[in-house]
């Protein structure tokens, strides 16, 4: 049935019994994938998008009717009043620099209310590095709030905006490298109002890299002000090369859009790279796409569970993004499941990654990703700093089916490995 593919008999039988528990489950992805198609469809339809919207526009950029209407339907889509969705922002990371450097000023201070934030922006800020460009350096107060059981600390949040002055707070909605549970939009909205009812003025901000389409409402529809997400990620579809994305009040992004290229010129110019085409077939197929992640996800999950492993979540919790992670308790089974991973891809099936430092970030990382676009995570991939307790951090899957046999084969080199847990 899986040809020359290297992977483990006694892992079929196992995947065969998984995938009865997880029809029910994976019924109600499928529904939710519906839901948000019909957004994406309505939408489409609504801006009229035609295939002459598709057309390169070189040079400065003005006058680019697709990218105006991309941005159209972006905004449409999340509830949004205005969008800035470009190839020049390289990543998710760099998407929520340009919104914080778009949004805060000398003075200002701004909260992270999920607690410690994830690796690549402590150098934004200024926690780490030297960099003299960094939000700190450039006199912007941090400070943050940590999370409680994997939910906001509402109380002190509320006192603390009404003690003085904070201009924005910022929630990271996946969990990062951290090992807390990523937030629902439910705990999202409930802080949201909290936050606008102690006062009205501050600026709510999501990062909602991995959270796309997951569930069938956004940050913005429930409070947030601005929200900030990747093109190699989930509403890339799998066939975006580049790009970022935010959405939010027109003020806040007419903002942002000057950060991004000049002040007074903003949204008005940039070449599109003659990739509007990828953006609009990308958030079409991103749907479909973010339930085949979610179902080869949930299917590691119960997989990895089985073998022993400490998952987190366990199959049967409701996801909120599509990171699934393990702890595999050896530096060694992390390294052999990640290259059992690359093994698993379409795309340099035959390198061997190895751990090593990789910029903006602290520690030593082990990373596998055979991917169409470099560096998409929405494409099978896995991750993970080499320290204690050796997590691995999992996401994507463009199909289920090439998901499914990527997770197998990564399981067959963990167990080749002499530290391998026992099968059921």
């Not at 519906?34 to 469809?41: C, D, E, F, P, T």
């Not at 997400?229 to 903002?255: E, P």
């Not at 997590?391 to 090439?402: A, D, I, L, W």
Request: some cysteine; aromatic content about 8%; glycine content about 8%.
């Amino acid at each position: 049935m899986y040809l020359d593919l290297p992977i483990d008999e006694s892992l079929l039988e196992l995947a065969n019994k998984a995938e009865v528990e997880l029809a029910p489950i994976f019924k109600k992805y499928e529904q939710n994938a519906l839901v948000n198609s019909a957004k994406v469809l309505s939408s489409f339809q609504g801006n009229m998008l035609s295939s002459s919207d598709f057309v390169e526009v070189t040079g400065y950029g003005y006058y680019d009717g697709g990218r105006d209407k991309l941005e159209k339907v972006y905004a449409d889509i999340f509830k949004a009043e205005d969008a800035l969705v470009r190839p020049q922002i390289m990543s998710g990371t760099h998407a929520l620099s340009l919104t914080f450097f778009g949004l805060l000023n000398y003075g200002d201070t701004f909260i992270s209310i999920t607690g410690e934030p994830y690796d690549s922006l402590k150098s934004i800020i200024g926690l780490e590095g030297d960099s003299k460009n960094s939000l700190i350096k450039k006199g912007v107060k941090y400070e943050q709030i940590d999370l409680i059981d994997s939910d906001f600390d509402i109380e002190a949040i509320v006192a603390r905006i009404k003690q003085s002055k904070v201009k924005l707070v910022e929630i990271q909605r996946s969990r990062g490298y951290s090992h807390r549970k990523s937030l629902s939009i439910d705990k999202i909205e409930r802080v949201c109002k909290a936050i606008k009812q102690a006062d009205n003025n501050v600026i709510i901000m999501v990062d909602n890299c991995y959270g796309d389409f997951v569930e069938q409402k956004e940050p913005i529809e429930v409070g947030a002000d601005v929200i900030v997400g990747s093109l190699l990620k989930n509403l890339s579809g799998g066939i975006a090369k580049t790009g970022g994305y935010i959405v939010g009040k027109k003020d806040l992004i007419w903002s942002i859009s000057e950060r991004y290229s000049a002040p007074c010129i903003g949204k008005d110019i940039g070449a599109n790279f003659n990739m509007i085409r990828d953006y609009f077939k990308g958030l079409y197929n991103a749907p479909n796409v973010v339930c085949s992640s979610l179902k080869t996800m949930t299917f590691a999950s119960l997989m990895m569970q089985k073998l022993g492993f400490d998952v987190d979540p366990i199959f049967t919790e409701e996801r909120t993004d599509i990171i699934q992670t393990a702890n595999l308790g050896s530096a060694d089974n992390l390294v052999k499941f990640c290259q059992g991973i690359q093994k698993g891809t379409a795309v340099e099936s035959f390198v061997t990654p190895l751990p090593g430092r990789t910029p903006g970030y602290p520690h030593e990382e082990i990373m596998a990703s055979g991917s169409f676009n470099t560096g998409s995570t929405i494409e099978l991939s896995c991750d993970g700093p080499i320290v204690e307790p050796y997590t691995v951090y999992m996401q994507g899957g463009v199909t289920y089916e090439y998901g499914k046999l990527g997770v197998l084969i990564g399981l067959t080199e963990v167990l080749k490995n002499k530290d391998n847990h026992a099968v059921e």
